[in-house]
């Protein structure tokens, strides 16, 4: 099976299974392991912020962002199509008792003027707006990147209404090695951020979110509450260690393979790239062929490949650590042969 699902299903490699093996480690709840905290370490400066917080996954150090900037009736502004309103399980209104407020983008880049037009004012009958949350690589807008330009003017508008940031960065490396800039240039414009280690990096498990110290301390109460306060977690954090200073440069090569299999699909007759695959994931439009997404699913399961369906008519693909040139054409030949 050649799968192209999602970037979450990368193996740990041979270097991080041997860092598992061989990671320091201690009650991470009293803090006493060495290895987590050099992760915490490693991540916080890598992007820009004073400390940081392993976390079990993406979804957790989302929600627990949310929880830790925001009271419930708070109401949080975000993209129509971004993971925490669309993927996150409704878990901001369950956990937070926070409303969304969704604003519609172009390539999952709000417009600063909407966000400046949704923010509310002083009045007894609104809601107060209590976060922003942007999204880096965007992921339903086919792994587009939200240029540094516009998270700056967002992050002025925000800062002008005294209202915090927090960046769902789960492939935010991918940003940054795509525009050869340092994730810190995006983190910049934002209070927080989650980053995911167990996607396009391949570690197996784990999430960082970072911000000023009274953020972390807050909000790993936050994570304690949720069940997430972890013992002997080194093991853990020894492959997000290596993720961070062995696997960020190697993105570049999931998105020439993203490109040339973006390439290889619109050459095939009723089939269509839809975005511009700006990192490594491509959106497939199955209408010229006449069936709809989930059906064209089976028909590359049953050729060999795994895909998502991502809307009626609309297939994700996605290139990472395990999926080598060689298997994109096989992928190609495949798909023509469908
Ligand atoms: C995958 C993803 C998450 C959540 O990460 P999990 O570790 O799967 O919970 C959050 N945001 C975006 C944009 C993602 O792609």
Not at 151 to 178: K, S, Y
Not at 238 to 257: K, S
Not at 269 to 283: E, F, H, K, P, Y
Request: proline share 3%.
């Amino acid at each position: 099976m050649i799968d192209l699902r999602s970037d979450t299903v990368t193996k740990p490699t041979e270097a991080m299974r041997k860092a598992m093996y061989n990671a320091e480690v201690g009650d991470d709840v009293y803090k006493e392991d060495p290895t987590i905290s050099k992760l915490e370490k490693l991540a916080a400066e890598l992007l820009g912020k004073e400390n940081a917080l392993f976390v079990t996954s993406g979804t957790q150090g989302n929600q627990i962002a949310v929880l830790t900037h925001c009271v419930s009736g708070n109401e949080v502004l975000l993209e129509k199509d971004s993971h925490i309103f669309y993927y996150e399980g409704g878990a901001i209104s369950a956990f937070t008792g926070v409303q969304t407020r969704t604003i519609s983008g172009v390539k999952g880049a709000m417009n600063p003027d909407d966000v400046q037009a949704a923010i509310r004012g002083e009045d007894i009958h609104e809601p107060e707006t209590g976060l922003i949350c942007l999204e880096n690589t965007h992921n339903r807008a086919g792994g587009a990147i939200i240029p540094v330009e516009n998270m700056q003017a967002i992050f002025e508008v925000a800062t002008n209404a005294h209202i915090p940031i927090h960046l769902d960065g789960a492939r935010l490396f991918n940003a940054a090695v795509a525009e050869g800039k340092s994730v810190k240039e995006f983190t910049q414009y934002t209070d927080t951020v989650q980053i995911c280690l167990s996607k396009g990096l391949g570690a197996p498990v784990g999430s960082i979110i970072a911000g000023s110290n009274e953020f972390i301390t807050k909000a790993r109460k936050w994570r304690k509450r949720l069940g997430g306060g972890l013992r002997q977690a080194g093991v853990l954090a020894a492959p997000g260690i290596i993720a961070l200073t062995e696997m960020v440069d190697r993105l570049a090569i999931d998105h020439e393979n993203a490109m040339y299999l973006a390439e290889g699909v619109n050459n095939i007759s009723g089939l269509s790239v839809i975005n511009a695959v700006d990192t490594n994931i491509v959106l497939v439009d199955t209408t010229d062929k006449g069936i709809p997404s989930n059906m064209y699913v089976e028909k590359l399961k049953e050729a060999g490949i795994l895909a998502v369906s991502f809307g009626p008519t609309t297939v994700r693909l996605t290139t990472h650590f395990d999926i080598n040139r060689e298997q994109v054409n096989e992928a190609l030949t495949a798909i023509q042969r469908i």
